[in-house]
C-alpha cells in the first residue's frame, strides 16, 4: 500500500501574507521528507477589487497576482519535484469568477483570470486548480480521493461528520 505524506495550508490573502509566516512555512515544508502532495485549501488572493464592500486598497489586483504567484514558486521550490500540487479555490479566488455584477463586470471576467495573467500565469498554470463548492449549509468543502480523508475549509472544519478536532502546532502555540 502507498502512503501519502500531505501538507496543506488556506488563507494566505495576497498580498496580506505576513512575511515571517511565509518564511515559517517555507522552513517547516523544507524540513518535511517525503512529501507527495501539498495544497492550499483556498483564498490565495485576498481579491480586494472584487470586494462588494467598499474599499481603499493600496494595492491593485496585478499586486496580488504577483504576490501570490511569488508565494506559490516558493512553496514549490522547497518541495519534492514530483510533489502533486494543487489549489482549492476559495470564496475569496471564486469572488474574481462569480456571475456577480457588483464584483467583476461580466465583459471583464475573461480579463482578470489569474491562469491568463502574461507575466504570472507560468506559476499558476503548474498547480491543478480546483473548484470552489458551496454546501446548502453555505460551507465549503472538498474532500479528497485519498482513502477516508476529508479537508474542508469553513466552520464545519472542526468537527465534520463527526471527525475528531485536530491538535494543530502552530508558531504561536508551540504545540
Known sequence: MNTAKIAVISCSHSPFTPEDTKEWLLSTLANIKGLTHFGHLGDVFDATSASVHPNEAQHTLEDEYRHASEFLRDIRAVLPKDCNLWVNNGNHDDNLMAKDPRRIPQDLRGLVHWSR????????????????TKSKEGIKRWASACSSMALTQGLAATNWRGCRRSTWWTPRSGR
Open 117 to 132: 495573467h502574461p507575466e504570472f500565469c507560468h506559476e499558476f498554470r503548474k498547480w491543478e486548480w480546483l473548484p470552489y
